[in-house]
């Protein structure tokens, strides 16, 4: 949701909590809410099918993070008892998962995959980003910050984007080169030819 449609989409429920059950004035300014949200479903629709298009169309493996999304936006609030910390910073980051919608972006590659005979697999994500895609080891201290991934040891000293290390690292995991194609240009690849599953070998 843009910065304008968030503050329609506010005024609008602001509008709405005035409205009376039935009216008509209640009746249109949900129509206006379900229009604005009618775009952004569009656009997060539109963003995962380009994107799974994309990684299929250039990729015969593509390795995905399994992350619980219910789980990483659940609330912080806490109970009566022991109330969260950091509800507000937590609130934001849920905020912030659920409008880029990572559940159907997990899903968008699968569906497509089944016409370019693309194997998706999902990976447990625990450690990645604290193991070094290098030498192997792990400690907290290998993650620097949130983007920068820097191993401190003399005998490797890897340094890398937080994301690439983790990406490097579940291509490890999963057995496979990230892509399985040949460089044509800038922008095209051929994908290796999937293997008949009538077979088990590669169609002619």
Known sequence: MTAGE???????????????????????IRAHMNKIMGRVTDRRTGFCAVTA???TAKNALVVLEDLKTRR???????????????????????????????????????????YTGTRVVT????????RCAACGFV?????????????KAADCGHTAHADVNAAINNRH???????????L?????????????ATGRTPA
């Open 6 to 28: 968030t503050v329609r989409y506010r005024r609008l429920q602001q509008q709405l909590t005035r409205t009376n059950n039935g009216s008509t004035n209640r009746a249109k």
């Open 53 to 55: 298009a994309h990684l």
């Open 72 to 114: 990483m936006t659940a609330s912080a609030s806490g109970t009566l008892d022991e109330p969260g910390s950091r509800v507000a910073q937590k609130q934001n980051l849920n905020r912030a998962i659920l409008d880029k919608g990572w559940h159907r972006l997990e899903h968008a590659p699968t569906r497509v995959a089944r």
């Open 123 to 130: 990976l447990h994500p625990a450690y990645t980003s604290q």
């Open 139 to 151: 400690t907290e201290t290998n993650r620097e910050s949130q983007a920068v991934f820097r191993r």
């Open 173 to 183: 995991a999963a057995g496979h080169a990230a892509s399985a194609c040949r460089d």
């Open 185 to 197: 240009g800038n922008s095209r690849s051929v994908k290796q030819e999937p293997e008949s599953r």
